[in-house]
């Protein structure tokens, strides 16, 4: 279902400034135009019948209550003011028609004067039982108030009696329609006149409350790139102004836990690093030693023979677990640096594999000779991580493909085996991080892709994994041709 886009603030509050305007203009403008066009129309009106009643005056006493259409034109005459209609009927009788007024604006002939049969039959209703009544209507040419009255015959010692004689005068209330829409436009005007207004209005509150807005916004954004020191000026003491000092009493927090933070982490890679520089020169010995109860195990009884392997090996372990120390420190201190030299990049590969005897265990597919600058030992190291990590989890076969471009060249090693977990993907490349708690200790220390990313990264290149559509996991690296920005 399609949602309306999202407004901003300003553009909310400018259109709830102006909806409340226009709300409160048209209640108002509405309610006094109501309110003007009634007292207009009742003025009039009764002006108009005050009139008519004075006029009517003038008649009494009646000289011949069965007047012919002569005597109807002359009571017409006297009750008619100028530029209204008028007409007298006495039963059947009525008096002579007026002649065509013109329809504006054009001046054509629009109706033959008030007829009888013009006035609505309610009105016509009311005067034939003795009733003065009035009733507005609409004609062509405008607006009119038609007012009806039936003469009397007031006698001496007898009583009132209705003569038969009804008069209708049709007033025309266009004055009073042009003053009404002379009204309708100034309210519309000094509606929009106010809306204008409002907006201003709007636009200087939108100002002062959005300012201080932008400015909490910027400073968040500034926090979250790690400007910790960021804070905001505080202004007044509204809501704004809390809001102000509670962001700048969390970022005082936040700064201090960070720095605590830290403080903790430089202690600990400071320790790690004292720790394995420390260990260095006893497992130096520590492996003389067992290199000779390796070789000597043999001539040993079983139980001391096997003691004998188990010390060489955990010694190996520990050397490989201390040396692997030493590089992340390395990496943390940022004194590791790359040597660079021209290298044979697919001649490299293949003699990582044969210094480690994998070059039956891994196919190597046909690649095109690349000759890159690059660190050649960094990039064993990386390799030999890759594919010694592929040997141990995956499924053969293993393979390493080298592609290359005008700008990078790209390594992948794939192995064939179930791949890896989709909640193990983001974790691959931390430290110490192992996919299986219950993997064994001997199958290293959770710190070889760690360091492979590094040195990856000290190229300005990037290692990545994926799986594979059909199985298998793939690792893929990725290294600039040009590593003279690298150097150090």
């Known amino acids: 279902m399609a949602s309306w886009p999202s407004l901003g603030l300003r553009a909310r509050l400018l ?68 530029n209204n209609d008028a007409v007298a009927v006495y039963h059947g009788t009525r008096s002579p028609a007026s002649p065509a007024r013109p329809c504006l604006p054009f001046g054509s002939p629009c109706r033959q004067g008030l007829d009888p049969g013009m006035v609505p039959k309610k009105l016509r209703r009311k005067v034939a039982d003795g009733v003065i009544a009035w009733q507005r209507v609409v004609w062509e040419d405008g607006p009119h108030l038609i007012i009806g009255t039936p003469l009397m015959i007031v006698e001496p010692d007898r009583p009132t009696r209705a003569s038969g004689i009804e008069v209708y005068v049709a007033h025309s209330l266009a004055p009073e329609q042009r003053s009404i829409e002379d009204l309708a436009a100034r309210a519309w005007l000094y509606g929009g006149m106010a809306l204008a207004f409002a907006v201003f209005l709007a636009l200087l509150a939108t100002r002062s409350v959005l300012r201080p807005v932008r400015e909490l916004g910027r400073a968040a954004r500034l926090l979250g790139e790690g400007e910790l020191r960021t804070r905001i000026a505080v202004r007044g003491s509204d809501e704004l102004a809390d809001v102000a000092r509670t962001f700048n009493d969390t970022a005082e927090e936040l700064q201090r836990h960070v720095e605590q933070l830290r403080e903790m982490e430089a202690d600990a890679r400071r320790f790690v690093a004292d720790v394995s520089h420390e260990l260095r020169t006893p497992l130096a010995a520590l492996a003389a ?13 079983e139980h001391a023979g096997r003691a004998a392997r188990l010390v060489s090996q955990e010694t190996l372990n520990l050397t490989a677990l201390v040396n692997d120390l030493i590089e992340i420190s390395r990496f943390d201190s940022g004194v590791a640096a790359l040597a660079l030299n021209e290298v044979d990049v697919a001649e490299l590969v293949r003699a990582t594999l044969r210094t480690r005897g994998w070059s039956d265990q891994v196919r190597v597919e046909p690649s095109p000779e690349v000759t890159v600058r690059l660190d050649p030992r960094r990039v064993d190291v990386i390799l030999a991580n890759l594919v010694g990590n592929a040997l141990r989890h995956g499924d053969p076969p293993v393979s390493v493909r080298l592609d290359a471009d005008p700008h990078w060249i790209v390594l992948e090693v794939r192995d064939h085996g179930p791949g890896l977990d989709e909640a193990v993907l983001p974790h691959v490349f931390d430290r110490f991080y192992k996919a299986s708690a219950a993997r064994a200790r001997s199958e290293g220390s959770g710190l070889g ?34 590593q003279d920005g690298g150097a150090t």
């Open 449 to 482: 892709l760690a360091i492979a990313r590094e040195n990856a990264r000290l190229h300005r290149g990037d290692l990545t994994v994926t799986n594979a559509p059909d199985g298998g996991a793939v690792f893929t690296l990725r290294l600039p041709r040009d």
């Open 15 to 82: 259109l709830a400034f102006a909806l409340l305007c226009v709300v409160t203009t048209a209640a108002v403008a509405g309610a006094s135009y109501v309110e003007a066009r009634n007292a207009i129309l009742e003025r009039t009106q009764n002006a108009a019948v005050e009139a008519m009643r004075a006029r009517l005056q003038t008649l009494f006493p009646l000289r011949d209550p069965t007047p012919d259409q002569d005597k109807l034109s002359g009571i017409v005459s006297i009750v008619a003011e100028r």
């Open 289 to 301: 030693v067992a290199e000779v109860l390796d070789e000597e195990a043999a001539q040993l009884p």
